[in-house]
């Protein structure tokens, strides 16, 4: 009789076969597709990143006034606008107002509902991030790919630092049970440096770091020496323009909660478990195998309460 997590292992396999009809991707995900050509210089990353933040009002500015608000010359923005593919500020306007109408005019019906308090309003935005993922996931072939590519890392290195343990600690806890290396590593500076050279050393060929604000300077070294190492990186964070993510093969960029003193991390938690899942469906004979054996010794050593 499987245990419960077995059951979940089987029975929540990804799959990309079911019919259904297109989601249009989030307006962050479009934006973040828009720009995601050539790596930009710092300049236009913060263009990037107003734009992103502050579609509703941005797509309407002036080039002057976009300018002042992001605090660059004039000139930068138009050479951001070819940057990524337009004739110049006027093509790319008209791109975001598109983007940007369409969104003010599925959203009109839930503006009218009632606001709540605050601890509502951080909830709605935790929904909004969800719903955005939500989004994301119509295509789950990068997902799948990624979770193949760290389940076949030997070892698998996860790298989180100052407020990106927990998520860190949370997808070590659960990789462990699926997978026969992982390695956690918490701590920046030298050991995390010690820590990623031995991880290539032993064979390894992925790190999964994350990096959560406020984003660390000791995150963005430690990815670099990863990558410097021989490793590739894939990466959990909630901005697709930054410097951490310029430096990660692949990065996975979803909203967390910012309406409270400290952030909630509703939908990164998301991503960790997709990536879990895709790295069960990876390797399924190992999975149950592992899951198996880990079930028997839990009941040896009585590790849980009777539910």
């Not at 934006?31 to 995601?36: E, K, N, Q």
């Not at 300018?67 to 337009?86: H, L, M, N, Y």
């Not at 879990?276 to 880990?294: F, G, I, K, N, V």
Request: aromatic fraction near 6%; charge should be negative.
């Amino acid at each position: 009789m499987p245990s419960p997590q077995q059951a979940r292992a089987q029975a929540s396999a990804i799959t990309s076969a079911r019919a259904a009809a297109p989601a249009e991707p989030a307006p962050a995900s479009q934006l973040r597709a828009l720009f995601d050509r050539p790596r930009l210089s710092p300049g236009h990353r913060r263009i990037a990143q107003y734009l992103i933040e502050n579609l509703a009002e941005a797509a309407f500015l002036s080039i002057t006034e976009l300018a002042d608000r992001v605090g660059v010359s004039q000139p930068s923005v138009t050479r951001f606008a070819g940057a990524v593919g337009f004739s110049g500020y006027p093509a790319l306007r008209e791109k975001l107002q598109s983007i940007a109408l369409r969104t003010l005019a599925g959203g009109a019906e839930a503006a009218e509902e009632e606001r709540g308090n605050e601890l509502q309003a951080a909830v709605d935005a935790e929904i909004e991030n969800l719903e955005n993922l939500r989004r994301d996931f119509a295509d789950p072939g990068r997902v799948i790919a990624v979770g193949r590519e760290l389940s076949r890392s030997a070892p698998l290195t996860v790298l989180g630092l100052r407020i990106s343990v927990s998520l860190a600690e949370y997808f070590a806890y659960a990789a462990r049970r699926i997978h026969p290396d992982v390695r956690l590593v918490t701590r920046g500076g030298s050991v995390a440096y010690d820590a990623l050279l031995q991880s290539r050393e032993a064979g390894g060929t992925w790190v999964l770091a994350f990096s959560l604000p406020r984003h660390a300077h000791e995150t963005l070294t430690a990815v670099r020496v990863a990558r410097g190492a021989g490793l590739k990186v894939a990466l959990i964070t909630d901005l697709a323009l930054g410097p951490v993510a310029d430096e990660a093969d692949v990065a996975f960029a979803t909203g967390t909660g910012s309406r409270l003193v400290f952030d909630s991390y509703a939908a990164p938690g998301v991503v960790c478990a997709a990536l879990l899942q895709a790295m069960t469906d990876a390797d399924p004979e190992r999975t149950q195998a592992r899951l198996e054996e880990y079930e028997q010794l839990a009941d040896q050593h009585q590790f849980f309460l009777k539910d």
